[in-house]
Structures are given as C-alpha cells and as structure tokens.
C-alpha cells in the first residue's frame, strides 16, 4: 500500500513568491517546506501497489491531448478546516473533474467535495489571525503527476511515479 495524488509541482518563481510569505513561530504550527509545496488535483489515499498501473492507463486516457492550465494562486492564505493554512489555486476545475472522472472506479472518492485547490503552506493549530496574507503569482501548467508519498516522521519524500505533458 502506498499513499498516492494526482498533482502539480508550482515554478520556481511561483515557490520564491510562497517563500517570501511572513512564516511567524506559532504554537502548534508546523511550516511546510518549499519542496512540499504542491498543488493535490485528486487524493487517492493509501491505495494496493496493483491498482498503479490501472491509474496510470486511465489518468493517460483521460489527459491525452488535454490543455496547459492556466493557474493562479491568490488572492490570500486562506484557513483550510482549521488544521491547514493555504494558498488558493485557481483555475483546476475542468482538469480536477476529468481526472476525478477517469480514476472513481479504480479508487473511490472519498474526500470531501467539491474540489479546493491548495498549496499547503503549514499544518497543526492555525489560528485564524495567521489566514488573510495578500498573494499573488500564475503559471502554465504542462504537467501533471501521479506521486507516491513516502514520507517518514523524520524525513518528508515524494515521488513521482508518472508525468501526463498537457497542451500538446
């Protein structure tokens, strides 16, 4: 079993704006580090190392010949269930619901809908007070990836198990 998501890594440029966000020492608070900063499109979940390649074929069927998506994080930090702290991203609708579409019957869905894009920017205790940073920055997405979620208590990895090239 492996923890796996469908996601977008952000641009460098779009990491340094992220980066440059106020990251004040909160109890309870835990600040993500830049190379956890991605854009989850679909969670699996831990899902059966066997039903990988069944997500690979149906997330190429489902993205074969789709678009670069235009992406836009902003316009601030939002709040996210009181347990995260995140950084809006819009413009995945369209692509979320094809590959929410393409991969239900291999891994049910089971979290909460409808679909919020995010970059997690911290975890644990988020007061509300820390929610409401101003942010701004867009980029052309071209890819997207299935990615493995190896993390360890001490050590966070990810992997990415295959790339899906949008816009061409």
């Not at 854009?39 to 699996?44: D, G, L, Q, S, Y």
């Not at 929410?100 to 920017?121: C, G, M, N, R, S």
């Amino acid at each position: 079993m492996t923890r796996l998501f469908v996601a977008l890594w952000p641009p460098a440029d779009v990491v340094s704006t992220l980066a440059a966000l106020p990251r004040p020492n909160v109890p309870g608070v835990r600040w993500s580090a830049p190379d956890q900063w991605m854009v989850k499109v679909r969670p699996f979940g831990r899902v059966a190392d066997r039903l990988v390649e069944p997500l690979v074929t149906a997330l190429a069927d489902a993205l074969d010949g789709a678009p670069a998506i235009e992406c836009a994080v902003g316009p601030a930090t939002r709040r996210l269930g009181g347990q995260w702290l995140g950084a809006p991203v819009n413009g995945l609708d369209d692509l979320a619901a094809a590959i929410f579409e393409a991969t239900a019957e291999i891994v049910p869905v089971t979290h909460p809908q409808p679909f919020q894009a995010d970059i997690v920017l911290a975890r644990g205790r988020v007061p509300h007070d820390l929610a409401g940073a101003p942010v701004g920055a867009a980029w052309t997405a071209d890819a997207v990836f299935l990615v493995a979620n190896r993390s360890s208590p001490r050590d966070v990895r990810f992997d990415d198990l295959a790339e899906f090239r949008l816009g061409g």
